[in-house]
């Protein structure tokens, strides 16, 4: 009730992990707070606010901590293991710091809403007396299982070919988290996805970006645990429901799309004739895939758009550039939420990010899985079994997908029958999508409750 007086209900301070795939969505929720009523500071590393190009328009202000490297954030620490220990340590200090100099400028927090990543944040946030408020960009399904290893109900390594959760279909085990099926990997992320759970109960409340409606089961049975809400799907509000005036792009990017050169490729292409390919900003695929991906494309006989990140364009096949010329633009970086909305483009080939998976099925675009790690093979499984709004590709005994199987998926999505079952199935997704966010939608209807237990705490 102290911000009342100032015009607003609650001052919300926002604590994303440092990655783009996390700033994205809780910068989108910031925002729907913002048109409620909710003053939002989101608080960024001091090394992300360096390299990004933000929107000065923006209604959510933007404040920074410290993970130590202030310099190059993750790419300055010698390894995964110093960079988390560092980010805790140091992050915990200046986000203390942060809130009280919140409070010395007269902008008081009420609530902390924190990134699953970030437990620790609610250790801070309850030093203070604030409400302590976990936001997740993963799937539920995906957190399901990293809770389940935590409370150790799911001992590691899996002792099974399959597994069963409640309120999950039966997952072979490479369907699985790459840290659960191969639990030995990246120890240092691995401890990061785990311990997550590891003071979830003393969340005030525990936020989702999906919706009710794409993880019923899994949604229904987390939230007999926990006071757990769906506020789901973070994209651009024109590109949903369309009340959130301006609010056209994120408004942060650490790389500068090239929307200009994109948009006007596409507007001559026939109604959804592009095969549009991206892998986000973390993947690195080795030199013998990009060249299968490659030829693959060029074997499909369709038009395709390729992000290809500045760091990787190296490992393209020699000439690859100049014999599809015809046929293909290959970009540094482009708007992935214009080209996946563009009529022009008929499918996403992705490695299943889930803020990927949930921008093509909130825009009805059909998807050819490609994971590479994380929780992405869950994602693709999700994709092609239970939402069936693609088709995943498989690697053969070396890891690598093959030109032939590329060709196939892309063959199969945009020619044939099995293509028009699985745009029906987008294009009914995206329906619900919009709904849920819509004005009495489902998450419209638990943000608000969320909003209105705020302005009486």
Known sequence: MVNEEMGYKAHALILPYPLQGHINPMLQFS???????????????????????????????????????????????????????????????????????????????????????????????????????????????????????????????????????????????SETPSFVSDSGSYPGFHHLVVNQFRNIDEADWVLYNNFHKLEEEVVDWMAKRWRLRTVGPTLPSMFLDKRLEDDKDYGISLFKPDTQTCMKWLQDKPKGSVAYVAFGSMAELGAEQMEEIAWGLKASNRYFLWVVRESEKAKLPKN??????????????????????????????????????????????????MPQWTDQPTNAKFVEDVWKIGIRTWPDEKGIVRRESVELCIRQIMEGEKGKEIREKANRWRILAKEAISEGGSSDLNIDEFVAQLGSS
Not at 130 to 156: D, K
Not at 327 to 333: A, C, E, Q, Y
Not at 335 to 357: K, R, Y
Request: charged share 15%.
């Open 31 to 173: 925002k729907r707070l913002v048109s409620k009523g909710v003053k939002a500071t989101l608080a960024n590393t001091i090394a992300i606010n360096k390299s990004m190009h933000s929107d000065p328009t923006s209604p959510v202000d933007i404040e920074t901590i410290s993970d130590g490297f202030d310099e190059g954030g993750f790419s300055q620490a010698e390894s995964t293991e110093v960079y988390l220990s560092t980010l805790e340590s140091v992050g915990a200090q200046t986000l203390a710091d942060l809130i009280k100099k919140l409070k010395d400028l007269g902008r008081p927090v009420n609530v902390l809403i924190y990134d699953g990543f970030l437990p620790w944040a609610l250790d801070v946030a309850k030093q203070f007396g604030l409400l302590g408020v976990v936001f997740f960009t993963q799937p539920c399904t995906v957190n399901n299982i990293y809770y389940h290893v935590q409370r150790s109900i799911l001992p590691l390594p899996l002792a099974e070919p399959t597994v069963s959760l409640p309120g999950l279909p039966l997952l072979q085990a």
């Open 320 to 369: 690859f550039m100049e014999e599809t010329s015809d046929k293909s633009l290959v970009i540094s970086w482009c708007p992935q939420l214009e080209v996946l909305a563009h009529e022009a483009t008929g499918c996403f080939i992705t490695h299943c990010g889930f803020n990927s998976v949930l921008e093509a099925l909130s825009l009805g675009v059909p998807i050819v899985a």
